[in-house]
């Protein structure tokens, strides 16, 4: 269908780690009208966070604080006029990223008594606080008489996800657990603050989220039943009800802004706002993910995300496949239909620190200057310098060098972080071996993207062995865009094509793809992907001479890693 240019806007509200993105984007094209980003003030001074125990908090306020910044600076740089131009908005944010609410469907933090707690925050996905509660959760699950409620998550549930957060809040803070009516994603809250929903059960939740992170699934009428939620703690079973039991696409309208909102944001009240998203799988689409595509957000960490049809009925289909037309696939995130896009079963698998792992090596590299007493300090923009200056020098070597000398051996596992795909451990860490007297700093850094790329390999790898092939790969994210050494090392390693989106903002622009939908401007997200897809702008090809060397190393690397697993266990 084709809509006259410059009469339809769209904004996609993108949450991200750091900050919110905004953009203003013609209906019509996907072309770029305005953008807008605020970081957020209170993260940004690590307040309520304890990165020593894991502990990511982050206050609602600079939620709040951070959206009216970057909705006023991206209307302003579309131009006069644009505001009236606005048909609808929708948001993608983190996640799993909840919060406990009161009864109106409030963040506890914005209310005297819990603004300075933690637990009465949205507990950013990254916070693995809860880890033993996900072990729990496990344990349960597989001994559980009507079956495992992790099976479409991937047979293991992490500590980055709902039920796990929420159990360890509900066990170490009876305040908060005892105070709260509801838990919320942040991806909820945010379409039910604009639209001015403060009845919880009218709370439309996100299938994306409830389907990847919560447990919920249709064939056992929602999310796990209240025996199962008991038996964990009896709070969690109190206060599930509230979640409701259906759960809706982002191509679904939420409601429309609320006159408080419409006037703070300077927009007109009947711009529609969507049910709203996680943003990897809203950034999927703005990346241009199609069947057997396997889109690559790659950032702070990485979200993969495939798409594929539903199957034939598990009888035609082989095994494996449920009665519902699903082929179950082994530690991944998850698989949900219409996680990704409606009408087709949304795959999510990732890894949980990517770009995270550069900037830790490169704040190793800068100690010093920050830290010796009488040194001068970092220079102006000398950490900035650092990668880019390791990048340049790794480039003259081999794959797994220890330097210009010797190309024999450093090796490392990325699992800094712990790891996500497959198999989800948070309690896993990183290592680096083959080091000796003659290994410097750019082996180390070659070595660390290596391991970033094995560990993408080993996630194609597990959808592939699982009966979900991946034919191409494309990718999206601040990585993608900015460093051709870790994109072609990827390809070398992967053995595959990587096209990279012209888009800087692919979350942003899949979130206004999910808006102009839910206006009625298209009608279907697919329909509105083609008309607004922001297209390639590389595409980086496979060396065939590192291939095969990268095929060996990656043995190395799956090596190496059953040894740490084993050995720290």
């Given at each position: ?301 990485t979200c993969d995300i495939l798409i594929g ?93 220890t330097g210009p000398t010797n190309s024999s ?160 266990a």
């Amino acid at each position: 269908m084709s809509i006259p240019k410059d009469r339809d806007y769209v904004l996609g509200v993108d949450y991200g780690t750091d900050s919110v993105r905004v953009l203003v984007v013609d209906a019509a094209d996907g072309s770029e009208k305005g953008s807008g980003v605020s970081a957020y003030s209170r993260w940004a001074r690590g307040m309520f966070c304890d990165p020593a125990s894991n502990r990511f908090r982050q206050h609602p306020l600079d939620y709040i604080e951070s959206l009216e910044a970057a909705v006023g600076g991206a209307l302003a740089a579309a131009g006069p006029g644009a505001a009236e131009k606005v048909r609808a908005l929708c948001i993608d944010t983190t996640g799993s990223t909840p919060c406990f609410a009161d009864g109106n469907g409030v963040p506890l933090a914005l209310s005297p008594r819990f603004a300075e707690d933690p637990d009465a925050m949205f507990i950013l996905w990254k916070d693995h606080t809860g880890l033993s509660q996900a072990q729990r959760i496990n344990e349960l699950a597989r001994s559980w008489k009507d079956g495992d409620y992790t099976r479409y998550e991937g047979g293991i549930y992490s500590s980055e996800w709902f039920w796990a957060k929420a159990l360890r809040v509900v066990e170490t803070n009876h305040g908060v657990a005892f105070a709260a009516s509801t838990i919320i994603e942040h991806c909820d809250w945010m379409p039910a603050l604009l639209a001015g929903v403060t009845d919880i059960p009218s709370i439309r939740r996100s299938r994306c989220a409830a389907g990847h992170k919560a447990m919920w699934h249709a064939s056992w009428g929602g999310y796990p039943p209240a025996d199962f939620l008991s038996a964990l703690h009896p709070r969690l079973a109190e206060l599930a009800p509230s979640l409701g039991r259906e759960t809706f696409e982002a191509d679904k309208v939420f409601g429309t802004l609320c006159p408080e909102w419409a006037a703070r944001l300077g927009l007109p009240e009947s711009v529609v706002v969507s049910v709203g998203a996680f943003d990897a799988h809203i950034g999927a689409v703005g990346g241009d993910v199609s069947p057997g595509t396997l889109l690559k957000i790659m950032g702070t960490s990485t979200c993969d995300i495939l798409i594929g049809p539903r199957l034939a009925a598990a009888s035609e289909a082989g095994a494996g496949v449920t009665s519902e037309g699903e082929k179950l696939v082994a530690g991944i995130c998850g698989q949900v239909d219409g996680s990704v896009i409606p009408g087709f079963i949304g795959y999510e698998a990732g890894q949980s620190a990517f770009g995270d792992i550069f900037a830790w090596f490169k704040r190793l590299l800068a100690w010093p200057l920050a830290n010796i007493p009488g040194a001068a300090g970092v220079p102006a923009g000398f950490e900035d310098a650092i990668l880019p200056a390791l990048e340049k020098a790794a480039l003259a070597l081999g794959p797994g060098s220890t330097g210009p000398t010797n190309s024999s051996g450093v090796l490392a596992l990325d699992w800094l972080n712990g790891r996500r795909t497959p198999d989800a451990d948070q309690s896993l860490t990183g290592a680096i071996t083959g080091l000796s007297l003659g290994t410097d700093a750019p082996a180390v850094y070659r070595a660390l993207v290596e391991a970033a790329a094995f560990g993408s390999r080993a996630i194609v790898e597990r959808l592939s062995s699982e009966g979900v092939p991946v034919s191409k790969v494309a990718a999206v994210g601040g990585v993608a865009r900015k460093s051709a050494f870790i994109m072609q090392t990827t390809a070398d390693v992967l053995g595959m094509e990587i096209s990279v989106t012209s888009s800087d903002q692919s979350c942003a622009l899949g979130a206004a793809m999910f808006a102009a939908t839910a206006a009625g401007l298209y009608p279907t997200v697919l329909d509105a992907q083609a008309s607004m897809s922001a297209g390639a702008e590389r595409v980086y090809r496979p060396d065939p001479v590192r291939v095969k060397l990268y095929d060996k190393l990656y043995k190395r690397y799956l090596a190496l890693g059953a040894f740490v697993e084993k050995e720290t266990a």
